[in-house]
């Protein structure tokens, strides 16, 4: 097209604002303009927590997440998923109208609203030292110990791509594997898993850590 | 000789032009074009408040008759952004004021819009027509009773979903007596019961009213009256649905409904009961977006409703719809196009005794050939259900599944979800907007990475082992816009490794990864065009660089640091003298 000559600087300008005063990009050159070389260490752990009102967890991150700005929505989340800030993520309006709702509903029908406790789920964080996600495992789905080992054994031991168990890495309670499976109170003491019934074990279980068998100290507070 | 289009020509050869894409190309040929562009363009949109200044777009397009904008980034929408973070509507409303007072509609989503802000407009703006304003907040109903008095020729007034502070149901009476040119209203997000006299006075008398959203306290029985008074409505959103009615009010309110011909959108149906469902049947072969997201009915009930909808392209609903009632959807609602899922969540109402899984999905993809948009939440799938999903509906543009548990693998083989969702990406060659969840591996980046050209938003949550999920992301897709993260362990080195990209996107969120402080800084250093906002709230300026940060948001922008920014929102502009210094370099 024939025309007046495009001034350099006017259509750069209008070409980046337009880029953001409409809708479409325009697809500029990914330039790599930093070298790949350049690395950062990072100090200290990465862990992704959750924001228990229970915990006072390790990383700033989860205590970021409980106290960001939760507006208006604290009763709802606890009535819904009770755990994560902003999950799952549905707006807080139609939380709060689920919320409500579901309070006029347990009102028309007690049958649904079940708290028998073979059928509610009880979800409880598991972390293992090394890996930095935390798990969550329903209890209700476990009636004994031996259960509960195998399925964290699943989530934790097995690796991903393959599905081969490496041999021999079992949670034993006597750590003897190098992994001891301790739990953490009412009282926010760290008990090892197994001492006590099930039942009892339930009723007081707040959350799960598979830990190395050399940073175990028995009745030592674990500081995390 | 001289070739170029006097500009009366070029005038009306661009008064057909109306996708803002083509005028931005036109805009680029010369400066006589971009001028003439600029001085006819009608429509702007902004779809990111800090990254022009609101005279910047004032000064640019004089003519402008319609503004859109957006503030809060989305996942300000699950609390994840502190309040106070910014998205004032104050600044462009002022700006618009001064410099474009022709100007007849405001659109704002996500944004702070205070009373004064709505005093503002109504007071500057003298043919103000249309106001929506979508997941706003700051403003009370006294701000609505201030448009209401005083913009005399109001077509659309809307509040979708916003956070008002309500002090009464007054406003409404504001609309004086001579405002005859109402199209659209739309109050459901609000609590207080309005006059019903005054609204079926203001009905009455707007003929063209097509579009119509009452607030839950708006009665069954009041439905009747209105809806007798504007049978022309295509949309309709009722109030609560539940109260008791004698047999004369049902059957006129039946009448009612069936007098509705050009009824093509329904929603609202608070607390709906089972035995009014059969009111809405005359309506349902019209509908072509029904929303049931709020309407807690059963499955059973359901059915019957569904399968009269034969003309459905819309359709939202609570997850008690059930594999079954989505059974129902696939053999009865061949048009439909999009589809979400909410679920019922509390307790009580939570997925022991909700039987939809998997299967609900698959059966609508298998059902629906035009199924392009997809919001699902439950509380697990399975890689299977997604691989069958893509290969039946290779047409998908936007996928977002939500299993609710975090981390969940696929629920039969215990496998993580990285099959399921390359099959996604691998099939629907134009998708543009994914949403993952589940347990996921870097290997699922990979993939997303590989096959996602066409994917501008993507939202991840609890997912990846490393950097290589980022950096796969980044490097990768080519059309990726909007990026959005929470609660991955990584950020630092895909971050800084692809710098460059973040230029090319709109923005990136990430709260609750490992972004460590020394990264934020080195990357505000590096790209001036980007804004580098980090979102925390503990003093940073004695943090080490290697302490990582609770949120990033980052975003291009022409207009520099911003000025509005509150104390837990920091950028390099805030400290200057704060180096990289220390920053370890292999």
């Given at each position: 097209?024939?025309?007046?000559?495009?001034?350099?600087?006017?259509?750069?300008?209008?070409?980046?604002?337009?880029?953001?005063?409409?809708?479409?990009?325009?697809?500029?050159?990914?330039?790599?303009?930093?070298?790949?070389?350049?690395?950062?260490?990072?100090?200290?752990?990465?862990?992704?927590?959750?924001?228990?009102?229970?915990?006072?967890?390790?990383?700033?991150?989860?205590?970021?997440?409980?106290?960001?700005?939760?507006?208006?929505?604290?009763?709802?989340?606890?009535?819904?998923?009770?755990?994560?800030?902003?999950?799952?993520?549905?707006?807080?309006?139609?939380?709060?109208?689920?919320?409500?709702?579901?309070?006029?509903?347990?009102?028309?029908?007690?049958?649904?609203?079940?708290?028998?406790?073979?059928?509610?789920?009880?979800?409880?964080?598991?972390?293992?030292?090394?890996?930095?996600?935390?798990?969550?495992?329903?209890?209700?789905?476990?009636?004994?110990?031996?259960?509960?080992?195998?399925?964290?054994?699943?989530?934790?031991?097995?690796?991903?791509?393959?599905?081969?168990?490496?041999?021999?890495?079992?949670?034993?309670?006597?750590?003897?594997?190098?992994?001891?499976?301790?739990?953490?109170?009412?009282?926010?003491?760290?008990?090892?898993?197994?001492?006590?019934?099930?039942?009892?074990?339930?009723?007081?279980?707040?959350?799960?850590?598979?830990?190395?068998?050399?940073?175990?100290?028995?009745?030592?507070?674990?500081?995390? | 000789?001289?070739?170029?289009?006097?500009?009366?020509?070029?005038?009306?050869?661009?008064?057909?032009?109306?996708?803002?894409?083509?005028?931005?190309?036109?805009?680029?040929?010369?400066?006589?074009?971009?001028?003439?562009?600029?001085?006819?363009?009608?429509?702007?949109?902004?779809?990111?408040?800090?990254?022009?200044?609101?005279?910047?777009?004032?000064?640019?397009?004089?003519?402008?008759?319609?503004?859109?904008?957006?503030?809060?980034?989305?996942?300000?929408?699950?609390?994840?952004?502190?309040?106070?973070?910014?998205?004032?509507?104050?600044?462009?409303?002022?700006?618009?004021?001064?410099?474009?007072?022709?100007?007849?509609?405001?659109?704002?989503?996500?944004?702070?819009?205070?009373?004064?802000?709505?005093?503002?407009?109504?007071?500057?703006?003298?043919?103000?027509?249309?106001?929506?304003?979508?997941?706003?907040?700051?403003?009370?109903?006294?701000?609505?009773?201030?448009?209401?008095?005083?913009?005399?020729?109001?077509?659309?007034?809307?509040?979708?979903?916003?956070?008002?502070?309500?002090?009464?149901?007054?406003?409404?009476?504001?609309?004086?007596?001579?405002?005859?040119?109402?199209?659209?209203?739309?109050?459901?997000?609000?609590?207080?019961?309005?006059?019903?006299?005054?609204?079926?006075?203001?009905?009455?008398?707007?003929?063209?009213?097509?579009?119509?959203?009452?607030?839950?306290?708006?009665?069954?029985?009041?439905?009747?009256?209105?809806?007798?008074?504007?049978?022309?409505?295509?949309?309709?959103?009722?109030?609560?649905?539940?109260?008791?009615?004698?047999?004369?009010?049902?059957?006129?309110?039946?009448?009612?409904?069936?007098?509705?011909?050009?009824?093509?959108?329904?929603?609202?149906?608070?607390?709906?009961?089972?035995?009014?469902?059969?009111?809405?049947?005359?309506?349902?072969?019209?509908?072509?977006?029904?929303?049931?997201?709020?309407?807690?009915?059963?499955?059973?009930?359901?059915?019957?409703?569904?399968?009269?909808?034969?003309?459905?392209?819309?359709?939202?609903?609570?997850?008690?719809?059930?594999?079954?009632?989505?059974?129902?959807?696939?053999?009865?609602?061949?048009?439909?196009?999009?589809?979400?899922?909410?679920?019922?969540?509390?307790?009580?109402?939570?997925?022991?005794?909700?039987?939809?899984?998997?299967?609900?999905?698959?059966?609508?993809?298998?059902?629906?050939?035009n199924l392009e948009s997809v919001l699902y939440f439950c509380v697990q799938f399975t890689n299977a259900a997604m691989v069958t999903i893509a290969r039946n509906r290779p047409n998908l543009k936007c996928f977002r599944l939500c299993v609710m548990e975090p981390f969940a693998p696929d629920h039969k083989t215990q496998k993580p979800l990285d099959e399921g969702f390359k099959a996604i990406v691998e099939r629907c060659k134009d998708l543009q907007r994914l949403s993952v969840s589940g347990l996921l591996t870097d290997k699922a980046f990979e993939y997303i990475g590989t096959h996602g050209k066409k994917l501008r938003m993507l939202s991840i949550a609890f997912a990846?082992?490393?950097?290589?999920?980022?950096?796969?992301?980044?490097?990768?897709?080519?059309?990726?816009?909007?990026?959005?993260?929470?609660?991955?362990?990584?950020?630092?080195?895909?971050?800084?490794?692809?710098?460059?990209?973040?230029?090319?996107?709109?923005?990136?969120?990430?709260?609750?990864?490992?972004?460590?402080?020394?990264?934020?800084?080195?990357?505000?250093?590096?790209?001036?065009?980007?804004?580098?906002?980090?979102?925390?709230?503990?003093?940073?300026?004695?943090?080490?660089?290697?302490?990582?940060?609770?949120?990033?948001?980052?975003?291009?922008?022409?207009?520099?640091?911003?000025?509005?920014?509150?104390?837990?929102?920091?950028?390099?502009?805030?400290?200057?003298?704060?180096?990289?210094?220390?920053?370890?370099?292999?």
């Amino acid at each position: 097209m024939e025309g007046g000559s495009a001034s350099g600087s006017a259509s750069t300008l209008s070409n980046n604002e337009n880029v953001l005063v409409s809708c479409e990009d325009s697809s500029s050159p990914a330039e790599n303009e930093l070298e790949l070389g350049l690395t950062l260490s990072l100090g200290g752990e990465r862990r992704v927590s959750y924001a228990d009102d229970s915990s006072s967890s390790s990383s700033l991150s989860s205590r970021a997440s409980v106290t960001a700005g939760i507006k208006r929505t604290a009763d709802s989340m606890a009535a819904t998923s009770g755990q994560v800030v902003g999950w799952p993520p549905i707006r807080s309006y139609r939380m709060n109208s689920m919320v409500n709702q579901a309070k006029t509903l347990a009102m028309e029908d007690p049958i649904k609203n079940r708290t028998d406790a073979t059928k509610m789920r009880m979800f409880v964080k598991v972390t293992m030292d090394g890996i930095p996600i935390g798990r969550k495992v329903d209890l209700n789905a476990h009636s004994c110990y031996e259960s509960l080992s195998n399925a964290l054994e699943e989530m934790f031991l097995k690796p991903k791509t393959d599905g081969h168990l490496e041999a021999g890495l079992k949670i034993l309670p006597d750590g003897s594997s190098g992994l001891v499976l301790t739990y953490e109170d009412k009282e926010g003491d760290w008990m090892l898993v197994g001492d006590v019934p099930w039942g009892m074990f339930i009723g007081s279980v707040k959350r799960l850590r598979i830990m190395k068998t050399s940073e175990a100290t028995g009745t030592a507070q674990m500081i995390l | 000789m001289d070739l170029r289009l006097p500009s009366k020509v070029l005038e009306h050869i661009l008064s057909f032009v109306d996708s803002n894409e083509d005028r931005n190309s036109v805009s680029l040929v010369c400066k006589s074009w971009f001028e003439t562009e600029r001085r006819t363009r009608k429509r702007v949109i902004v779809r990111n408040c800090y990254a022009v200044t609101p005279e910047a777009v004032a000064r640019r397009f004089p003519e402008m008759r319609s503004l859109t904008l957006k503030g809060k980034p989305h996942f300000a929408d699950y609390n994840l952004v502190p309040d106070g973070w910014g998205g004032y509507a104050w600044p462009w409303i002022e700006a618009m004021a001064e410099k474009c007072p022709s100007l007849e509609e405001l659109r704002l989503k996500r944004m702070v819009v205070t009373d004064e802000c709505l005093e503002k407009i109504a007071a500057s703006f003298k043919d103000f027509k249309v106001l929506v304003l979508t997941s706003c907040e700051g403003f009370s109903t006294d701000g609505l009773a201030a448009i209401a008095v005083a913009c005399s020729n109001l077509r659309e007034l809307e509040l979708r979903e916003c956070i008002v502070e309500d002090l009464g149901g007054d406003w409404l009476s504001y609309f004086p007596e001579t405002l005859t040119s109402l199209v659209s209203l739309d109050f459901s997000c609000l609590d207080s019961e309005v006059k019903l006299s005054d609204l079926e006075r203001l009905v009455s008398r707007s003929p063209n009213l097509k579009s119509l959203k009452l607030n839950r306290a708006v009665s069954l029985d009041a439905l009747g009256s209105l809806l007798r008074l504007a049978p022309q409505l295509v949309e309709l959103g009722t109030g609560s649905f539940s109260d008791k009615l004698d047999q004369e009010a049902v059957s006129k309110l039946s009448q009612a409904f069936s007098e509705m011909k050009e009824l093509k959108s329904l929603s609202g149906l608070w607390d709906v009961l089972p035995e009014y469902i059969p009111l809405l049947y005359s309506v349902c072969p019209g509908l072509t977006s029904l929303n049931l997201s709020y309407a807690t009915v059963q499955m059973p009930d359901l059915l019957e409703l569904l399968t009269r909808c034969s003309n459905l392209q819309k359709l939202w609903v609570m997850d008690l719809i059930e594999d079954k009632g989505l059974e129902v959807v696939a053999s009865s609602c061949k048009e439909l196009r999009e589809l979400r899922v909410f679920p019922s969540g509390a307790e009580g109402l939570n997925d022991t005794n909700v039987a939809m899984t998997e299967q609900g999905l698959v059966s609508v993809s298998e059902g629906c050939p035009n199924l392009e948009s997809v919001l699902y939440f439950c509380v697990q799938f399975t890689n299977a259900a997604m691989v069958t999903i893509a290969r039946n509906r290779p047409n998908l543009k936007c996928f977002r599944l939500c299993v609710m548990e975090p981390f969940a693998p696929d629920h039969k083989t215990q496998k993580p979800l990285d099959e399921g969702f390359k099959a996604i990406v691998e099939r629907c060659k134009d998708l543009q907007r994914l949403s993952v969840s589940g347990l996921l591996t870097d290997k699922a980046f990979e993939y997303i990475g590989t096959h996602g050209k066409k994917l501008r938003m993507l939202s991840i949550a609890f997912a990846g082992d490393s950097d290589l999920m980022l950096h796969h992301l980044l490097s990768g897709c080519e059309s990726l816009n909007k990026l959005e993260i929470r609660d991955c362990p990584f950020g630092d080195t895909a971050l800084v490794a692809n710098a460059a990209k973040l230029e090319t996107m709109r923005s990136l969120w990430m709260s609750s990864c490992c972004v460590s402080f020394g990264a934020c800084k080195l990357l505000s250093q590096k790209m001036p065009k980007l804004n580098v906002e980090v979102i925390d709230e503990h003093p940073l300026e004695t943090r080490p660089d290697s302490s990582p940060v609770e949120r990033i948001y980052i975003y291009r922008t022409l207009a520099g640091p911003r000025l509005d920014m509150p104390e837990f929102v920091w950028t390099i502009q805030k400290n200057p003298e704060i180096g990289v210094s220390h920053l370890a370099i292999k």
